[in-house]
């Protein structure tokens, strides 16, 4: 049963470029959590997205962020245009219902980008 | 809104000792309580977590952990420690009886277990 997966492991990008993150869930999970984790700093939530839909986006800067979770694929975090200040690690965390709180998030081993 | 704050960033400790990692949470309304450890380029993963009910946790890796309402505490404790628990360990809340809420996180405090 594999876990969640994430893809790029490591990214490196050139300011200006964009960057595309790919979280795949656990299987029978239709739920995605994006977070950030800067260094030296605990992890903070981006985005929940269900399939087809964003959720809640109440984390994720204004502009040059977005996420989307398809019907079919991956979720996909997409910056554009990075600035050094968004190198980071990326975790995307799954649950598989839309519970009260309790259940347990399951977290991909990350996806760090690197802007130089 | 819900905040969180890991009161040691750095526990350095020997093996077999005892430890405890402090984490103390600020909220207006219930929360769920959770611990996670994370191993160096991995992700995170759940240890425990405190949703009702008895207030003292048992989780995994012999880890356990105190809900003190009182107090706003859920201090993480291992009686006897191995270089294996070397780790970042982030403690985090999350809005009780609500449908899809986000984790709040500490800061996280790094525990470092040596021979």
């Known amino acids: 049963n594999a876990g969640v997966m994430q893809n790029p492991r490591h990214l490196v990008r050139r300011r200006g470029q964009e960057a595309r993150l790919r979280c795949s869930p656990m299987?029978?999970?239709?739920?995605v959590y994006w977070y950030r984790q800067l260094p030296e700093e605990g992890l903070k939530f981006m985005v929940y997205?269900?399939?087809?839909?964003?959720?809640?986006e109440s984390g994720m800067p204004k502009e040059r962020f977005s996420a989307e979770f398809p019907k079919e694929g991956p979720s996909i975090l997409r910056i554009q245009q990075v600035v050094r200040g968004d190198s980071a690690a990326y975790f995307c965390?799954?649950?598989?219902?839309?519970?009260?709180?309790?259940?347990?998030?399951?977290f991909g081993p990350g996806t760090r980008l690197t802007v130089t | 809104a819900q905040s969180v704050t890991q009161l040691d960033s750095q526990v350095p400790v020997f093996e077999e000792a005892p430890v405890e990692l402090r984490c103390n949470y600020s909220?207006?309304?219930?929360?769920?309580l959770f611990w996670y450890v994370q191993y160096p380029n991995q992700g995170l993963q759940l240890l425990l977590k405190?949703?009702?009910?008895?207030?003292l946790v048992k989780g995994i890796n012999g880890f356990e952990a105190e809900f003190n309402k009182s107090q706003t505490s859920f201090h993480l404790r291992k009686p006897s420690v191995h270089i294996s628990d070397t780790a970042e360990y982030f403690c985090?809340?999350?809005?009780?009886?609500?449908?899809?809420?986000?984790?709040?996180f500490g800061k996280g405090t790094t525990l470092s277990v040596s021979s």
């Open positions: 405190y949703l009702s009910g008895s207030t």
């Open positions: 997205l269900q399939k087809e839909n964003i959720i809640d």
């Open positions: 909220s207006s309304v219930s929360v769920y």
């Open positions: 985090a809340v999350r809005r009780a009886n609500q449908a899809g809420t986000a984790l709040i």
């Open positions: 299987k029978g999970h239709s739920h």
């Open positions: 965390a799954s649950s598989p219902v839309r519970d009260r709180g309790g259940t347990e998030q399951y």
